[in-house]
Structures are given as C-alpha cells and as structure tokens.
C-alpha cells in the first residue's frame, strides 16, 4: 500500500495540487486471450508436434463462444493474439472478434517458439500471420505475443524482424525468472525493447506481476491464474494501480474446457494443464467483476507510448565484457 491509496481529503487537496505527481487518471487494465487449440501448448509439443494436430478433435471454436458469450455479458472488449494456423482453419474467427469491438493481434503462425525459429523463418511466421489477420479482419494487426513468452535475452533479434514487420507493440517481454522464459530485470511497466544497441525500438506491454519481497511473482494468467490463489491476481491489480502501473491479464480458450481430451503430458504438464479448468470461468468472472476499465491494448497505444518513453529504452543483448 502507498499513501496513493488513500482518498485525498477537501483540506488536503489544495495543499497537494502543486506537487509534481501527475494528475490520477482510470488505471490501464487490458484482458488478453491467446486464441489457440489445447494441443498446440508447448507441453505437448514433444509428443504431440504439428504433424499430429489434425488427430485432435479442434475446441477452439466451442471455448471461442464462451469466452466471447462473457465478454459480451459483461461488457468487456478484449485482445485477441491469435495463431495464424487457427485463423486459417477457422477463417470466421477473427473477423467475428473485431465485429464486436475486440482488438485482433498476432500469435506468430504455428506456436513455435522463438528459439526453435532463426529471423529468417520467423520473419515469414509472423508476416504471414500479420497479413492472414488483417486481411480476414480489415483491419490493421498491431500487436504480437510471443508463444510461450519466447522473447528472451537469446532471442533479442525478434526484436528487429518485429519492427520490420509492421508491428507497432510487442507483448512478450516476461519479467520474471521461470526455466523456459522471462528476463527477470526486465521492466515490470511499458518500456521500449530494443534487441540490441543500437537496433530498433519497440513498445513493449508486459504482462502483470506483482512485486513482492524484492521479486516479481507471475500473477497475469496462464497456470498461475488456475493453480494459485485468486487473491494473488487482486493483490497484483490492487498494486498495479496504485503504483500507475498497467495491468495485462492472460488466458487461453483452453482454460475454460474442462471436457477437452486428455493428452500425454509429464506429470508437470499435466498439473499444469488441467488444474483449475472446471473453476476458470467463475474465476475469470470475479476478475472482471472486482474491478473496472478493461479495455483493448490498442485502444491505450496513445497512453501507453508515453508511460513506455518515461520508463526507457531496455537491451535485451547484453554487452561482452571488455
Ligand atoms: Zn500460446
């Protein structure tokens, strides 16, 4: 807690209006959905890779309808980072979204991981699923995210292929320390990614973590929303807006199926996977209930570019010592 918390009284008021703090405006709250298929996460890709997609009964348009059936209940307007592979098997999709005011933004094609990819392979991953989504849509894509937040200090020239893409923001940039992903000194605020010096910049929205004990704890979505307690993802909201600082929560049509088939997971992955499915839409209700001012990314671009300007530039390729 800050002393923001606190309403301002009439008598204290006067007596505050020429500090330098800037004027309290609604906080920045965007709810994010990856639109991708149950056997497309990284935890199946080992044993279950793209050439055995099609053995899999497709759920995405069922889950689709629920999460957009919510959104419309409870008046929400959302991003939707879709995977190219899905828009083309289900070319309605993206159009639907951006008909009910929802923004449509880039998942890559295929939910390879940047490290499996080289700039040149990734460069026709995203353009080709940049122009799919724009032509279904009509509308400009603006926005990328990373499968399984891949853009990582040894990924730093996605940074460059992303710029030359046409992408105007990427949200990706995980700030914290997990096996697979993250850059723990990272930003925990918009900043501007630059993948090495020199190279070019681009406005990066990370997602929301909440600082604690000198550590960001992922509280933005995914498996952390499912397996913790929900109170970790209000505490992170909470502290967010008092800090000024946007809040970017993610999910996945997935999490909201419980009756999806159970595929050959490790242990981990499938603790992972189908925890909390049963619980996620109450969850995700309460969410959006508990709190207000969800809007699309793009529709805070003209918010965001500022508050990114003011945090600064952020290297992903460290300097070799000298
Ligand atoms: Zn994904």
Sequence with gaps: MTDDDHPITATQAPAKA???????????????????????IEAAHSTIGPDRWNDWPSRVQRNMDLLLELFDRTG?????FFLGCVAKQHPALARRCADLGHEVASHGSMHDRLHRLTPE??????????????????RAVLGFRSPTWSLTRDTHWAVDVLTEAGFKY????????????????????????????????LLEIPPLTWRVMGKNLPVA????????????????????????????????????????PRMPLSPTGRLRTYTGLK???????????????????????????PLAEKTGVFTLRRQAAA
Excluded: N
């Design 76 to 80: 929400i307007r959302a991003t939707f």
């Design 170 to 201: 990427d949200a990706s940039v995980f700030p914290v320390r997990h096996p697979m992903y993250g850059v723990p000194d990272a930003p925990d605020r918009p900043f501007y990614v630059q993948g090495q010096a020199g190279g070019a910049r």
């Design 279 to 305: 619980s996620a839409a109450a969850r995700l209700g309460r969410v959006i209930r508990g709190f207000d001012h969800w809007t699309p990314i793009a529709d805070q671009i003209e918010d965001l570019g």
């Design 18 to 40: 020429p500090a330098t703090s800037p004027e309290p405006s609604a906080p920045i709250r965007c709810l994010s959905v990856d639109v991708e298929e149950y056997f497309q």
């Design 221 to 260: 979505g995914g498996g952390y929303f499912r397996l913790l307690p929900l109170s970790l993802m209000k505490q992170g909201l909470k502290q967010a807006a008092a800090q000024g600082r946007p809040a970017i929560l993610y999910f996945h049509p997935w999490e909201f199926d419980p009756g999806m």
């Design 121 to 138: 392979t990734m460069r026709s991953d995203v353009t080709d699923s940049k122009r799919l989504l724009e032509d279904q849509t009509g």
